[in-house]
């Protein structure tokens, strides 16, 4: 198997691994492309006036609901 490089685990790309999973828990969850799961992930970082990192932090630890992102608004 191929190994990720180094900079992937460190402590400083931590919040961007976070967003990595919050795309993909939007992508598995509502059906979405990673790119339209990376639109949604921004847009509720604006409306909610946080940064990107921090809302993905919130949906990986299941502090916000995948749902409050749906776009069909099935949440």
């Known amino acids: 198997p191929e190994v990720p490089p180094a900079w992937v685990g460190g402590i400083t790309h931590a919040p961007r691994n976070r967003v990595m999973m919050a795309v993909g828990m939007l992508n598995v969850s509502l059906g979405v492309t990673a ?41």
């Not at 604006?46 to 069909?72: C, H, K």
């Open 35 to 75: 790119e339209q799961a990376l639109a949604l992930l921004r847009g509720h970082a604006f409306a909610m006036d946080l940064g990107v990192d921090e809302v993905a932090g919130l949906i990986s630890e299941r502090r916000i609901p995948v749902g409050d992102l749906d776009p069909a608004g099935n949440g």
